[in-house]
């Protein structure tokens, strides 16, 4: 789980085990101070499962999920993390990789599948996919502020306090 801080307002995210540290670098280096918990992954329901046990009793402002759309959570499990105060952030589409590749202005296509996505992003990158540095050439603050792909915009008015435009 990431809790990123900004005017002392914790909030509480889970993202893919590869991606939180990388993530974490980077929203610090825009000026966010954040902190990594570790969180399970697994399938949707799992880590709103493990998310409400781990963390039910943490202190946060707001508590939000952030999950692949390939393998969106159930109504069911959507609704037990809204009664347990959790907003669910759908990467779209498929994925994280599929929100960055539509950042930089690719087209995703329906029939591409999350390994296909991250197929094409990680090559672009500049380095491993693990490491925080190899994102920030390609994701730059300007891209990221200006990008309106629905779940970075969602996830930066989240981390900055903003209300939904």
Known sequence: LLEARQNCIPHCLTLPLDHRESLRKHLER?????????????SAGNVITNSIRSYKSAAYDRRILLLDADLPPTEAESKRAEQAGYE??????????GALLDALGEPVRAHETSQQLKQRLHPQLAGRHTDS??????????????????????LRRVLLNQLAE
Do not use: H, M, R
């Open 88 to 97: 669910i952030i759908l990467w779209q589409p498929q994925c994280l990789e």
């Open 133 to 154: 540095a190899a994102y920030a050439e390609l994701f730059t603050a300007d891209l990221l502020q200006k990008a309106s792909n629905p779940a970075l915009s969602q």
């Open 30 to 42: 825009a000026g966010l101070k954040v902190q990594v918990e570790a969180g399970d992954g697994g």
